[in-house]
């Protein structure tokens, strides 16, 4: 899973008078018409000089020529949406609403704004007055418009089962076709290892699923008892139990991937090896297994919740048994607030930790922590072939989820690739041994051992 945010943090910018030229010359006056009128309301959100060229419902423009591409107002209630939830939610609302779209080079043109957003909070008041102004000439002004049904409505106590449960359900119950339409055959929703020799995206996904089972040391204990802590469609456990005779036990929250995952066993005939639950990983007490992985999975769990996270799955372990935990990171952490794009319509009530804080958090659980890898490129060429499979198989992805969601997850993709590509997130396997009473590890003496 890739959980950017859109716009990252907001901050002022100087300003120039509207229809300035900017430093490079490329800036345009507006064209007339609603072009005209609008441009103090764009500074309010971008600035000045406008980083980019928009387009108006009316035909007239404002902003740079020759650019990446450019912002297309369809209508006034784009400016509705703004109006009424200022800043990185609006603007989200009106886009997927198709009020708002991006002609040209989708992933520059949001690079571009990411780098030019305001708060629009902090605005001068005498900008904000002659935004004010341009809302009544633009008639504008009126009520709230509709939410779409796309954003998520999680009710109950935060990291409550309940609430958990609602949670995966908004994201990953939404179709198995649309999912595979995005991820592939692989069926595989985490960063590929795009190693040496490696191009395709599913030999990249193989490639990935071989390091977490050479890293968790199945390949030297044949037969070991693995768990799958949030398993997806059962990609790693088939190919653990495929590759490594391992007998795996795989949780999901989402009834969907739990019916594919048992599906996709059963296909491949390896029943007695491959068990999916549809169960919470906090029901798993009492049960014992050589080695675990969490991939894409403690995002979910929170700042609040991790230590216990890691303690229960250190309590699950045999000695000398290992943990992987794979996950997205942020330096410092970061939190999926309701009012951002991710926390309203893609993953509500993600948490990113920073690397530091889960080696810590898995340490004071009893994990000896022996490696700590960063995937971030290689996420940064996934997210790229997600957007090229959401790009080629647009009409089908509008037919099975609705062209507000497919916009929600076009956006989301692109949005992700470029956070990772600047380094605002990153992404981090962190492998860890619970060692026996005396010590003993059992780990290789070298990377040598798994890579």
């Known amino acids: 899973m890739a959980w950017p945010a859109l716009g990252g943090a907001v901050r002022p910018r100087e300003r120039e008078p509207a229809g300035s030229p900017s430093a490079e010359g490329g800036e345009r006056r507006p064209d007339g018409g609603a072009a005209a009128t609008i441009e103090p309301l ?12 928009f387009e108006l419902w009316d035909g007239s423009a404002v902003g740079p020529d020759g650019g990446p591409g450019s912002v ?27 009020a708002l779209e991006v002609s040209g080079d989708l992933f520059e043109v949001l690079r571009t704004l990411r780098r030019s957003l305001v708060d629009p909070l902090r605005a001068d008041p005498r900008l904000v007055a002659r935004a004010v102004q341009a809302l009544v000439r633009l008639r504008a002004l009126g009520p709230p418009p509709g939410r779409s049904p796309v954003e998520a409505s999680a009710r109950g106590r935060l990291h409550s089962r309940r609430r958990d449960s609602q949670v995966i359900t908004h994201h990953y119950d939404i179709g198995n076709d649309f999912y595979r339409l995005v991820l592939g055959p692989s069926m595989t929703y985490s960063c590929a290892r795009f190693a040496e020799g ?3 995206l599913d030999d990249a996904q193989t490639s990935k699923h071989d390091l977490v089972c050479r890293k968790l040391g199945l390949h030297e204990r044949p037969g070991s008892r693995l768990l799958d802590v949030g398993c997806g469609w059962g990609s790693t456990a088939l190919y653990a139990a495929r590759h ?7 949780v ?11 599906r996709r066993v059963q296909d491949a005939g390896l029943e007695h090896l491959v068990e999916i639950r549809l169960r919470d990983y906090r029901d798993l007490r009492g049960e014992r297994f050589d ?37 997205i990171s942020s330096v410092g952490g970061s939190v999926m607030r309701r009012r951002s794009f991710i926390g309203r319509y893609v993953f509500p009530d993600g948490e990113l930790l920073d690397v530091g804080d889960v080696v810590l958090a898995m340490e004071r659980a009893g994990f000896e922590v022996r490696d700590v890898e960063s995937l971030r490129e290689h996420y940064s060429k996934t997210l790229h072939a997600w957007v090229g499979n959401l790009d080629a198989g647009w009409d089908r992805a509008v037919e099975l989820v609705g062209v507000a969601r497919a916009r929600v997850w076009r956006l989301y993709l692109a949005a992700s690739a470029n956070a990772f ?8 396997q962190v492998l860890g041994v619970k060692p026996t009473p005396t010590g003993r590890s059992a780990m290789p003496a070298t990377r040598r051992g798994w890579q």
């Open 42 to 53: 764009l500074a309010m959100f971008v600035g000045q000089p406008l980083p980019v060229r």
């Open 72 to 98: 297309v107002v369809r209508s006034p209630e784009a400016l509705r949406h703004a109006l009424w939830a200022p800043g990185e939610l609006g603007l989200v609302r009106a886009y997927v609403a198709g």
């Open 198 to 200: 490696v191009a395709g």
């Open 244 to 250: 490594y005779g391992a007998h795996v036990v795989g």
């Open 252 to 262: 999901t929250l989402s009834a969907a991937q739990a019916e594919l995952a048992r």
């Open 291 to 327: 080695a675990i992985c969490s991939i894409g999975m403690s995002e979910h769990v929170g700042r609040g919740e991790i230590a216990r996270y890691f303690e229960l799955l250190h309590s699950l372990l045999t000695g000398p048994g290992r943990l992987l935990n794979h996950a």
């Open 421 to 428: 590509d600047d380094g605002g997130v990153s992404v981090h």
